[in-house]
């Protein structure tokens, strides 16, 4: 297994900030890392010797389980020491900036930070303030790059592309609150970057201003968008960043917009069900299709732990002899 210098831009070459830092083939080859190092939750001893001695830090501002736990069991089947750092119950209750707490770790010999913020732009600032490798955990309603990462390397081993690396000619919607998700950002760029083809689904009021920039088609009707797709990636309301009234009400948006297994029967394929958690069970998916056959949402937690791990190796593993 390789450890490539070259997987991210020089320019940012020691953290992983947003999906624009990676070219395809170093997308590709992240995939491929992860992929090869799935194995080792296969076998009988989940462990290598890998980052030893390393020590890596969950720096979450924000609420979290399935990410923070991912990169934890990522951290620790690589043999690198982990510290869980959140902010409440912390000094940051007390007044301190992001910077004195960046600082504070450095000193403490952080290798990695791992950070999870509500601020836009937070991952690029710690960058600077920080000698360790950052990893963008999910910024505001920026990006998330590390859950587009798993979703391609889901959606890739169900789906293969033309060119079979890849996912080229695939065609996905992603389906509901595309202004406020990270999520959303992060797969447009990813995804479009491997040669998929993207539909936004959503309401007008539910779509960022410039979104029609984006490497992507828009529309607003679920049920024509649905029949030509190989995979549906339904987004959660993220009700907690809605300061005013985007659509008429939950019942109303849930029959436009949700997924249910009406729905399901005018697609022509049989989509994949993709969902990045924590899911809102009869709001914008059903629990008959949450836990449908096709459904690899549980998968995606599992192909999280593969993906962070290949992140952590490839960023940190060549660092020391």
Known sequence: MSNRSDVLSPKLSRHLLTISDLSREGAIHILDTADELARVSDAPIKKLPTLRGRTVVNLFYEDSTRTRISF??????????VINFSAKGSSVSKGESLKDTALTLQSMGADAVILR??????????AQWTDG????????????PTQALLDAFTLRKHLKGARGEDLSGVRIAIV??????????????????????????????????????????????????????????MLRLQMERMKSAFFP???????????????????????????????????????DCADDVDSVILEQVANGV???????YLLLGGSHE
């Open 72 to 81: 934890e069991a990522a951290a620790k089947r690589l043999s690198a020491d």
């Open 117 to 126: 913020h509500s601020a836009s732009g937070a991952a690029h600032r710690l």
């Open 133 to 144: 490798v950052v990893i963008n955990a999910g910024d505001g309603t920026h990006e998330h």
């Open 176 to 233: 509901g609150d595309i202004l406020h998700s990270r999520v959303a950002r992060s797969n447009v760029l990813l995804l479009s970057l491997l040669g998929a083809h993207i539909t936004l689904v959503a309401p007008p009021t539910l779509l960022p201003v410039g979104v029609h920039d984006w490497p992507v088609e828009i529309s607003y009707d679920f049920d024509e968008a649905i029949g030509e797709c190989d995979a549906v990636m």
């Open 249 to 287: 009400s939950a019942r109303e948006y849930s029959r436009l917009y949700g997924l249910d297994r009406e729905r399901m029967k005018k697609s022509k394929k049989n989509p994949l069900i993709l969902h990045p958690g924590p899911i809102n069970r009869g709001l914008e998916i059903s629990a």
């Open 306 to 312: 593969s993906v962070r791990m290949a992140v952590l």
